[in-house]
């Protein structure tokens, strides 16, 4: 486990998956990240790598080859190199090294790197193309915040705020047995009452998103900046019999999604899909503002 710290937060990242697991407020003892609790889910803020989300059957096609992959791909399950640390930052690395080609068949370098601002954490990614064949991939974040933050607060004084992008309007999408197919386009967005309904049918997924808030009234939360992203999901589990969700929501950015519905498999013609050539470089980052 790895610690960075300013006069405000303290931040400890461990190096299987790269994940963030706990981010501390000092002040007022606000711990932000949910804690990892298999009883609702064991993880806290994985990279999602090569795929984000599901594919249909959990397989792809490269050509004429098929390639099993599960939800959300392998990089969250990896042990990552220390490559790079200060006081105020840590970068982490991974390189494939053919350990991945029977799900995967490209070569590639990953870095992560996670910086502290004065009440944020700026989380970068580069992915290096070490293959000669143009690679195909996704990334995404998903990082889970604790609500509520704060004792004597519900989760339904908590509301969230999507502040859509200047240049396109916004569309949602829905996932249905965790294949996604558009729900609405040019949405007018208002803020959004935190309810467990909301997650009935798993994620909410919107593109052209440059921010999204998560605040109580008093406003305890956190505000995620992903400008340039194409999509971000919005999920916490959701307990069917109960009607109830879980003491977190997931804010994700990605650079991909699930597989559509009616999909024909082939990988380079995914909706969502990130393309490198030979010696290209991937470069992507995200900021989580604390309050």
Known sequence: MKTIENDQLLVQIHEKGAEVREVLDKDSGRHYMWSGDPAYWSRVSPVLFPIVGRLMNDQYKIDDQTFKLTQHGFLRDVNFDL????KHT????YESRGRHVKQYPYEFTVRIRY???ENGLKISWEIDHDGE???YFSIGGHPAFRIPLVEGEQTSDYSLTLTPSTEHLPVQYELRNSLVREKEKGIQLEPIQLRPELFQHDAMIFSHINRVSLTSGAGHGVEVDLTGFPFVGIWSPYDQEKGTMAPFVCIEPWYGIADREGTNGQYKEKFGIQTLEKNETFHAAYTIFFK
């Open 83 to 86: 490559y790079e640390e200060t």
């Open 90 to 93: 840590v970068t982490f690395q």
């Open 115 to 117: 910086e502290l601002l």
């Open 133 to 135: 064949d143009p690679m």
